[in-house]
């Protein structure tokens, strides 16, 4: 079988061995996970960013979202940071729970809610669970998937998998409002096209 049928069991180990090793040699240096420290979209976009980058180095590549995506809604979800769920709460997507054993926030106008706003202990747990939500629930099927095709083109298309955010939010016009700030903002953030 050979190089035309690579055995993926012995692909992955030639792989995430020295990737392994690489993250007990981070952690024993100290790597931890970044402050968010922002006074602007400017740095409020780069505190995501650093996010994001300390999010992905434990996880799989194929789980991996486009961070242009990410940032936007964090952007779109929290106001930039700015909003009462992200200030009080560290919740910077607006996620939600119905269990009432979790940490949670209520709305002003829905107080006796039977559900409520994740409370989370740092604005980097807010976009770990993001994520992890994204690529492990049933309702984001086709997001993973549209993701996963779009990722192994040549050219991704982020705008592809935006379309399929269509469970995130109840607003009709999220995911325009999502492809607008990263056309205005975020374009640095996008794909590179593989050569």
């Not at 629930?137 to 705008?159: C, G, I, L, T, Y």
Request: aromatic residues 12%; contains cysteine; glycine residues 4%.
């Amino acid at each position: 079988m050979g190089t035309f049928y690579p055995n993926t069991k012995t692909q992955n180990s030639i792989i995430s061995g020295p990737l392994e090793d690489l993250r007990k040699t981070a952690r024993s240096l100290g790597l931890a996970e970044p402050s968010f420290n922002y006074y602007n979209q400017t740095t409020f976009i780069q505190s995501v960013d650093r996010c994001i980058d300390y999010v992905y180095f434990d996880m799989h590549r194929d789980q991996h979202i486009p961070k242009a995506i990410i940032i936007a809604m964090a952007m779109i979800e929290s106001d930039n940071g700015s909003s009462r769920f992200a200030l009080e709460g560290n919740n910077l997507f607006g996620v939600r729970t119905w269990d009432l054993n979790e940490p949670q926030m209520k709305p002003y106008l829905k107080l006796d809610a039977k559900w409520g706003v994740k409370k989370y202990k740092t604005k980097c747990a807010s976009v770990r669970d993001m994520i992890d939500i994204l690529n492990h629930k049933d309702v984001h099927k086709k997001f993973r998937f549209e993701r996963n095709a779009q990722m192994r083109k040549v050219n991704p298309d982020v705008f592809k998998i935006v379309d399929e955010l269509d469970k995130w939010a109840q607003n009709p016009y999220y995911r325009q409002q999502i492809k607008d700030v990263i056309k205005d903002n975020l374009t640095q953030y996008m794909p590179v096209a593989k050569k």
